[in-house]
């Protein structure tokens, strides 16, 4: 899922001081599970809103930001509450709060939080990047994301900074190659894989800005 | 070829010593440095922003000090160059007579002096390491055929003090297979930690140069231990030097880096000793002296 933190309450402050009325709108897919695009994130929002003596006209959850047709049908049962305010904020990712600006070009749309990454729940709202949507998935090779995990993006093995099995970048993390070298070491792969080498990694495919049809099945990069 | 070269080559043991380049435009402390160790060592290493903190580049020293009569080594990390920067660097600096490569990934710009850079790392070390090898058959990185081939003595870097040290063996083979003619290891406190290494090393046909640091000050220490990537102080060492005076570490220092560089000769553990001084040249001078005086 995408990673969502909500900005410090100053940061927004900034972006909205001109501004008397607000219509919230919060996403239900990964926002939600982040805790910064549910119902809850939408109250405490409004809370604060209305303890700057700013006015909240209304607010809705859309089933999922990023899906602009379909949440443009949603938003259209509030287009009176929409029109009352005088600037639209976000609680969703990048891509919610630009499904937003599109479909209200002439309204100021601010985000509430910063996108942080795609990953994993590891327990309730505590987050591990995982994936950085490189284009060209290297897993069937290593079974963890070597391009995510390892701060220099090492294809054929670890560094020398390593110590103690800890990265040299973060040591409270294991080296991602330690990690992936014992996956190798259980799949009885680990001559085979040092025995070729991998890249240089086709950056094309990573290229942004990227789009994708699985209509036509054509990259167009 | 290079004197460095044909020395590694015979497997006549070189002495090299480790210079960072100025942090500005003022060259006379290196030039004074370059000189000093002129008739000392084989070869000069320069390092390329090394911690990831800016320096002036290694090219130039290298060039400086080619003009200046010593021979360099130039080290060239991953962390700032895309694929297409490292290339072009390559062929500058072959341009302007420089042979002597060490290849390596390069430390992380969370460790240096502009931690908000962007890293690069476009490539890793094992693919430089072909690249150069490209370089020298006269293609790029991508197979394409240049106007001229370069004629590049490369190597690459191995830490002997990683744990567990299987990874870091399996990535020494695969440098070897890529074409590194040589390795410097990391700074080495205990020999059999390069042993281990030795040991794997003896089914290839590859020169290794151990890396020795003179310890100066406690604080050194504890920088080299906490603060340097890939390097392992024993706890034994911390605790002896711990309970020494100040003014008795520097001998201690000097007698420590002396005795591992005897037991590694005596053992013939490698084809030559690479010192990091952390650019201090009087103490090179004095320990590689007192070791010539020696043997």
Redesign the interface.
């Known amino acids: 899922m995408i990673i969502t933190r909500q900005k410090d309450f100053g940061e927004i402050k900034k972006h909205i001081r001109q501004y008397r009325s607000f219509f919230l709108i919060g996403c239900a897919e990964c926002a939600t599970l982040c805790g910064t695009g549910d119902e809850k994130a939408i109250q405490s929002l409004k809370n604060w809103l209305e303890s700057q003596s700013k006015t909240v006209t209304g607010w809705m959850i859309a089933k999922a930001g990023c899906q602009i047709f379909g949440t443009k049908r949603e938003i259209s049962h509030y287009k009176d509450l929409m029109e009352k305010s005088q600037c639209i904020l976000v609680l969703s990712c990048g891509a919610g709060t630009q499904t937003i600006t599109e479909l209200f070009e002439e309204k100021p749309v601010i985000p509430v939080n910063d996108t942080l990454f795609i990953g994993n729940m590891r327990r309730f709202r505590e987050f591990e990047e995982r994936c950085r949507a490189c284009g060209d998935c290297l897993l069937a090779i290593t079974g963890i994301c070597v391009v995510t995990l390892c701060?220099?993006?090492?294809?054929?093995?670890?560094?020398?900074?390593?110590?103690?099995?800890c990265c040299?970048?973060n040591s409270d993390r294991k080296c991602a190659?330690?990690v992936a070298?014992r996956i190798l070491e259980k799949r009885g792969v680990?001559d085979k894989f040092?025995k070729k080498?991998s890249?240089?990694?086709n950056?094309l495919k990573a290229n942004s800005p990227r789009r994708y049809s699985a209509r036509e099945r054509i990259d167009r990069i | 070829m290079t004197g460095f070269k044909k020395k590694l080559l015979n497997d006549q043991f070189v002495f090299t010593v480790e210079l960072t380049p100025p942090r500005g435009s003022d060259t006379v402390t290196m030039i004074q440095k370059i000189e000093e160790l002129k008739d000392l060592v084989d070869a000069v290493n320069f390092t390329d922003n090394p911690s990831a903190k800016m320096r002036m580049c290694s090219m130039a020293a290298c060039k400086i000090s080619l003009e200046k009569g010593l021979e360099p080594v130039l080290q060239m990390t991953?962390?700032d160059r895309n694929?297409i920067a490292i290339q072009s660097d390559l062929l500058g600096a072959h341009a302007l007579g420089i042979r002597n490569l060490l290849l390596?990934?390069?430390?992380?710009p969370?460790?240096g002096d502009h931690k908000e850079a962007k890293?690069v790392?476009?490539?890793?070390?094992?693919?430089l390491i072909?690249l150069v090898n490209n370089l020298n058959k006269g293609i790029d990185?991508n197979g394409n055929r240049l106007n001229g081939k370069t004629s590049f003595f490369y190597g690459a870097?191995?830490?002997p003090?990683?744990?567990?040290i299987?990874?870091?063996l399996?990535?020494f083979?695969?440098k070897i297979?890529?074409g590194a003619k040589f390795f410097y290891t990391?700074m080495i406190f205990e020999i059999e930690k390069l042993e281990r290494v030795v040991e794997y090393a003896e089914k290839f046909k590859v020169k290794i140069v151990a890396g020795i640091v003179i310890i100066k000050t406690k604080r050194m220490l504890k920088y080299l231990s906490s603060k340097v990537?890939?390097v392992?102080v024993p706890h034994w060492l911390t605790d002896k030097i711990e309970k020494l005076d100040d003014k008795d570490v520097q001998k201690f220092g000097f007698d420590f880096a002396t005795s591992a560089i005897y037991k590694i000769m005596d053992r013939k553990l490698s084809h030559g000793i690479h010192i990091m001084a952390i650019s201090v040249t009087e103490e090179v001078g004095k320990l590689l002296n007192f070791l010539k005086t020696g043997i």
């Open positions: 701060p220099k993006q090492m294809l054929n093995g670890p560094c020398g900074g390593y110590k103690g099995e040299e970048v190659w330690v070298y680990v040092y080498i890249g240089p990694k950056w | 991953c962390r694929r390596m990934t390069g430390d992380h969370f460790l890293p790392y476009d490539i890793d070390s094992s693919l072909r990185i870097v191995v830490n003090n990683a744990e567990p299987q990874p870091q399996k990535r083979e695969q297979r890529m990391q990537p890939g392992t």
